[in-house]
């Protein structure tokens, strides 16, 4: 209950709190219900009572206009108070309802009946204010949100284009990396061995050299097969749209959507305010059982209409309309008398027509939200897919460098293990295998080798000097 009243209060008290395009959707109905009102209070006078009605209209817009250049002056910029909010909500009725009052008593001479006057349009303005509040503000934040995460999507697409060259680079590093340290390795390795074949012809381990010529061919094939790997590059497209939607939030007069939900809450509010007055309690109870009524058929045209697209799906929606209007006169006309015995029941056409009337708005704020919901997941998808492939990336430009090192690390240990076994064998007092010529070749040959560790440790230090 809470975390619902926190939702509603975030919503509703931001850039949304007050706007006369929302505000007007409702005037069609507050003026219908309150010339109702006036008629059964003094039948017989149609312009007086739309003169009383006007005049209480005209004073929540003039309210409701200081009080958005004045008390919710900020509401674009900062998050409202929520008690600061509901006063001009409910402040508005107010206002509306006294000068219903006042131009009844001072202008025409009536009965002040400031319990119907004054309550009802009240409890309405109020809660209706509130509720397209609620709804567009639910609306505007799904909408700030899509274009932050579109503007965020853009950066990231950027870096990940960045992040590719990067990695194309640092696949070519390692291929160099791979052949020039290892290669020329393998190379000396093959030499030595044919020289041995050659010169120690006598030696008795001649299957051990062509073994050791063997495996170096093998390693040689090895990588080649690695470089071809690190070549290989595998771009991923992206088929996300960075443009932002610049639409107006009411565009589109044409409801897209079949509403379930919303309709049952503007009906009910129109029901519940056109009847307590009218009827009393007998008839809030006939209008929830046609709320009831009329909810469970645009279920179930919802679920169809899920399941259908293109012209079929628009037709559903069309067709909804008269079927709510078929269903608030059969309920009128029918339904109501044999349960209800209401003393001021509505006409069945003009009451199916407020009814369609209620559905066609909250169709329009359910479109809006459902469209705006669908754009704001499908953001966050993109967002998560771009995400996905930065992380991708990093970890392969991580792991080629840390092939690149286990390389030119294994190539200095080797180089280093070479001269180390080299010196060993040229200082060793016992040993009678190699002449003079042989351990002057195997001398030089460490120093080849200790020159070329140095130059792998320069290399090492270039590539680290800016980290």
């Known amino acids: 209950m809470k975390e619902a009243f926190n939702k509603f209060r975030v919503a509703s008290t931001g850039r949304w709190a007050i706007s006369f395009r929302t505000y007007v959707l409702t005037v069609p109905f507050a003026i219908l219900m309150n010339v109702e009102r006036e008629n059964l209070l003094n039948p017989g ?14 004073a929540s817009w003039l309210f409701l206009f200081i009080a958005h250049m004045t008390l919710l002056k900020d509401r674009r910029k900062d998050q409202q108070s929520f008690f ?21 008593v001072w202008v025409f001479g009536l009965e002040p009946d400031f319990q119907v006057r004054m309550v009802m349009p009240t409890l309405f303005t109020g809660a209706t204010t509130a509720l397209l509040a609620f709804y567009f503000g639910s609306i505007d934040r799904r909408r700030i949100e899509n274009s932050a995460l579109i503007a965020i999507d853009g950066f990231l697409e950027t870096d990940i284009q960045e992040l590719y060259i990067a990695e194309r680079k640092a696949r070519v590093d390692a291929v160099k990396s791979l052949r020039m340290s290892l290669v020329p390795e393998i190379s000396t390795l093959r030499n030595i061995a044919q020289g041995l074949s050659v010169d120690f012809y006598k030696i008795e381990s001649r299957d051990t050299l062509n073994e050791i010529l063997r495996q170096s061919r093998e390693l040689e094939s090895r990588i080649d097969a690695e470089s071809k790997k690190l070549s290989v590059m595998r771009f991923a497209t992206n088929q996300i749209n960075f443009l932002e939607d610049k639409k ?41 059982v046609g709320v009831t009524f009329v909810a469970t058929v645009l279920f179930i045209l919802r679920k169809i209409s899920l399941r259908l697209q293109g012209l079929k799906l628009h037709i559903t929606i069309i067709a909804s309309y008269p079927v709510v209007f078929l269903l608030q006169v059969i309920h009128v006309a029918y339904l109501s008398p044999a349960f209800f015995d209401l003393p001021n029941p509505y006409l069945p056409w003009y009451s199916g027509l407020k009814t ?15 469209r705006n919901s669908d754009k704001l997941i499908e953001a966050r998808e993109s967002h998560q897919i771009l995400q996905s492939q930065i992380e991708i990336i990093n970890r392969n430009q991580d792991l080629i460098s840390e092939h690149i090192l286990k390389t030119r690390f294994g190539t200095i240990t080797g180089k280093i293990a070479g001269v180390t076994m080299a010196l060993q064998l040229i200082l060793n007092e016992n040993s009678d295998t190699l002449d003079q010529g042989a351990k002057n070749k195997v001398m030089a040959g460490a120093i080849q080798l200790l020159v070329e560790a140095n130059k792998e440790i320069e290399l090492l230090d270039i590539e680290f000097q800016y980290v």
Do not use: D, H
């Open 45 to 58: 006078n149609a312009a007086r009572s739309f003169a009383i009605c006007m005049a209480g209209e005209l």
């Open 84 to 104: 600061k909010c509901l006063s001009v909500w409910f402040g508005a009725g107010a206002i509306k309802g006294a000068s219903f009052v006042l131009y009844a």
């Open 248 to 288: 107006s939030i009411f565009f589109g007069l044409m409801p897209q959507v079949i509403s379930v939900r919303t309709s049952a809450v503007f009906i009910t509010l129109g029901m519940f305010s056109g009847q307590i007055t009218r009827n009393g309690s007998m008839g809030v109870a006939s209008g929830l």
């Open 356 to 370: 369609i009337y209620g559905y066609y708005l909250a169709s329009i704020i359910a479109g809006l939200m459902i």
